[in-house]
């Protein structure tokens, strides 16, 4: 009875430590990945807070190179290295403290939205992972966009009356004028 509880005891201890390696394994992709050319792009495309955004990945390098694709991971980070917003995705994991959205191989595209923070730029990183461990990346700043002060537009609200009292003197002056003209060559 005493080995069966203590196997009990070894298989409870075994489902809390995989999902934990399985998730720092996960991760651990991350840190060796080499700079890559994918495409990497944004709607919007300059930062603004509380905004939803459209992070798509398009992988255009060759498709051989491509066939082994298993996931893709997408982070958003501030100027200090810290996560911000949220991925509005299934599948997220805490990668060294920066939230990062997982999608699956027939996902390329994900929303997140910015927090309500008023930070000058983020940067949003892209992860492609392979079948053999290694894994790829590219980033994209979104800066703030730059403010633009309009200047108020003046409107003349006197200039219709203005244009149609001239009109009127001028056509006073004129009648006169021409009667005088009329009796002159008569």
């Keep these: 009875m005493a080995a069966f509880l203590s196997l009990v005891q ?15 394994e996960r991760c651990g992709w991350l840190l060796n990945a080499t700079a890559s050319d994918f495409t990497l792009s944004t709607l919007p495309t300059a930062y603004q807070a509380n905004t939803t955004y459209l992070v798509t990945i398009r992988d255009n390098r060759k498709a051989s190179d491509s066939t082994d694709v298993i996931n893709y991971f997408l982070q958003a980070v501030s100027p200090e290295n810290a996560s911000t917003g949220e991925w509005k995705v299934a599948d997220k994991e805490n990668c060294s403290d920066i939230d ?36 790829v990346f590219k980033a994209v700043t979104l800066n703030k966009a730059p403010e633009t002060t309009t200047l108020p537009t003046s409107t003349t609200h006197n200039s219709v009356p203005v244009v149609q009292s001239s009109s009127f003197f001028i056509a006073v002056i004129q009648l006169p004028l021409l009667l005088v003209t009329s009796r002159l060559l008569s």
């Design 10 to 24: 070894l298989l409870f201890i075994g489902t809390l430590i995989v999902p934990a390696y399985s998730e720092t």
């Design 100 to 135: 990062t959205a997982i999608l699956n191989v027939t996902q390329q595209a994900a929303n997140w939205t910015s927090s309500v923070s008023n930070i000058s730029s983020v940067e949003i990183r892209a992860y492609i992972v392979f079948a053999d461990r290694s894994a």
